[in-house]
């Protein structure tokens, strides 16, 4: 195994308690998808089966054991419903997990899965759609395209890439029909057969200019690295698309885009707060200090097995309900402002702001 030890070998301890919202899957396929990614499909129990039942477009959280760390990535799901769930994970330079998964995982390897969870949703197949990716963007919307054919939808994608042998999934998306029209872009070589350049604002204003019609679609999904999905959020913007068709996944936590959804309330009180937790129907009671850790950061200290995923405000995993008192948020990309009214947060980035507060992760 090198410098790699998998949370569970080939024989796994039934006695091992599983974490919350995990379940422990099997490894049945990993494919070769370009020199520097894989796909991985998973096979699940008849029991288990319900519980993986997702919606084209969202992801699933692995947990692995790696020098000793738990470590928690989170990876979409490329795989229509009524298909085997699989992931497609491109290796990231000094990636640990991606490295790990590429390098390292096997058929008949036992690994946690989280329950599929994610908002970057189709909810309608049937319609006639517009997508950027770029990358291993292209795995949500893999996943998208392949729901939009089954149902006789269209869908027009925009793919970009360094170099063609870095595309990931290019045989299966021709495979899907004439209804899946999709455009090549490679920025680090010329190619027959490919269009030139990087998908920025001004290649993306030439295409809809080029075609009006796109305009028109119902939804526009867009996935990849984080300047071209806000080159695209603001060139659909100046062309008059409404934000409510623009819907967007980020996979990591942004360097450039603006948290611009509300993050609870102002901190109003600074000192050491009281907080109370429920979890699981249990309640945990601990002291916080306004400046400390965050209250995702105090209950992983104090040993309890709290949801989470991303760590970086960009997923959902770790949303609780604010019962009494006050949190405000450091950051929030996934939580709209009608939740954050509502009294969620993601407790990744929560800290109290009041001198009692309540939450529950059982709402």
């Known amino acids: 195994m090198g410098m790699f030890n998998k949370l569970f070998g080939k024989k796994t301890d039934a006695s091992t308690k599983a974490p919350k919202g995990f379940v422990l899957v099997r490894v049945k396929e990993v494919v070769r998808e370009t020199p520097n990614a894989v796909s991985v499909a998973f096979e699940i129990s008849d029991s288990d089966r319900a519980k993986f039942s997702f919606v084209p477009g969202q992801y ?23 298909e085997d769930l699989r992931i497609g994970v491109k290796k990231i330079e000094n990636g640990v997990v991606s490295s790990f998964i590429n390098d390292e995982l096997k058929v008949g390897d ?17 319609g006639n759609f517009v997508a950027f990716a770029a990358g291993s963007g292209i795995t949500p919307i893999l996943s998208i395209a392949k729901s939009i054919a089954k149902e006789n939808g269209s869908l027009k994608l925009f793919f970009g890439n360094k170099y063609a ?13 004439d209804t899946i029209s999709t ?21 993306i204003a030439e295409l809809i200019k080029a075609d009006l019609s796109l305009l028109r679609a119902d939804a526009f999904y867009i996935c990849g690295p984080e300047e071209m999905i806000m080159s695209a959020i603001e060139t659909l913007k100046v062309f008059g698309v409404s934000e409510d068709k623009i819907i967007y996944e980020l996979f990591t936590t942004p ?3 603006k948290s611009n959804q509300k993050i609870a309330d102002s901190a109003s009180f600074e000192g050491v707060a009281k907080v109370e937790v429920e979890l699981d129907g249990e309640l945990i009671n601990f002291e916080l200090d306004t400046k400390g850790a965050t209250i995702l950061d105090k209950l992983t200290q104090l040993g309890e097995d709290a949801p989470y995923s991303c760590k970086g405000g960009v997923c959902c995993t770790c949303r609780a309900k604010v019962t009494e008192g006050k949190a405000t948020m450091k950051m929030n990309y996934s939580l709209t402002d009608k939740e954050v009214e509502q009294g969620y947060v993601l407790t990744c980035q929560a800290h109290p702001s009041s001198d009692v507060l309540k939450l529950t992760y059982d709402d």
């Open 60 to 82: 699933v959280t692995i947990l692995l054991q790696i020098n000793g760390n738990d470590e928690r990535r989170s990876y979409s799901i490329c795989s229509s419903p009524d």
């Open 110 to 126: 036992e690994v946690w899965l989280s329950v599929p969870e994610g908002r970057f949703n189709l909810t309608h197949p049937q």
């Open 165 to 177: 042998n870095q595309i990931m999934f290019r045989s299966t998306l021709e495979e899907l029909g």
């Open 183 to 203: 455009t090549y872009f490679l920025s680090a070589e010329s190619k027959e057969g490919f269009e030139a350049g990087r998908l920025n604002q001004e290649k």
């Open 255 to 257: 360097v450039f885009m």
